[in-house]
Each structure stands twice: as C-alpha cells, then as structure tokens.
C-alpha cells in the first residue's frame, strides 16, 4: 500500500496505481477509501475497465444499485469478458 501511495505522491496521475490502492483499500474494508481510488483511477483513464467494475461492486455493497449497474455495465461494454465472470 505504500509503494503506491508514495507513487501516487510522485505522479498523482497513474490509474493502475489508484487502482490497485483501492483494492487493498476494498480488501481492508475501507469502501469510502476504495470508492475515491476507483473514482480517480477513471477520472484519470475513463476507459479503465478494471477501476469500472471494481467502483461497481463497493456501490453494490453500499446499496447504490443505479450506480452500480452503470459502472458495471460500463465496464462489460469496455471488456466484454466481464459479462461471462472471466477477467
């Protein structure tokens, strides 16, 4: 987590680095943190599919399910196999 915190402090434009924070973030349990990092990350790259479907699923969990269907729909039309559960 730090390595990509210190990275993001560096060049606070790098998607897979927030990314990849959110997913730590999400596996610790922090969903507002998580749900910042998958924000940015498509703020910084729109089509980033990964960081789509990712903010989907802690809106999900948070009972945002427009939201939710939204990024994950998005996220199916940039990579189709997110539709057949394959990533």
């Known amino acids: ?3 990509f915190e210190k ?8 998607p897979e680095a927030h990314n990849n924070l ?3 973030l999400a596996g610790s349990r922090d969903a507002a943190g ?10 910084v790259q729109p089509d980033l599919a990964e960081a789509r479907a990712s903010l989907a699923n802690i ?8 939201q939710a269907a939204y990024y994950s ?4 039309r ?3 196999d997110y539709a057949h559960g394959s990533v």
Do not use: Y
Not at 34 to 43: M, N, V
Not at 59 to 66: I, Q
């Open 73 to 76: 729909e998005s996220a199916i």
């Open 1 to 3: 987590m730090v390595a």
């Open 59 to 66: 809106l999900a969990l948070n009972h945002d399910l427009p």
């Open 78 to 80: 940039l990579k189709p």
């Open 22 to 24: 959110g997913a730590i």
């Open 34 to 43: 998580a749900e910042r990092q998958f924000r940015e990350a498509i703020r």
């Open 7 to 14: 990275s993001l402090t560096i060049d606070p434009d790098l």
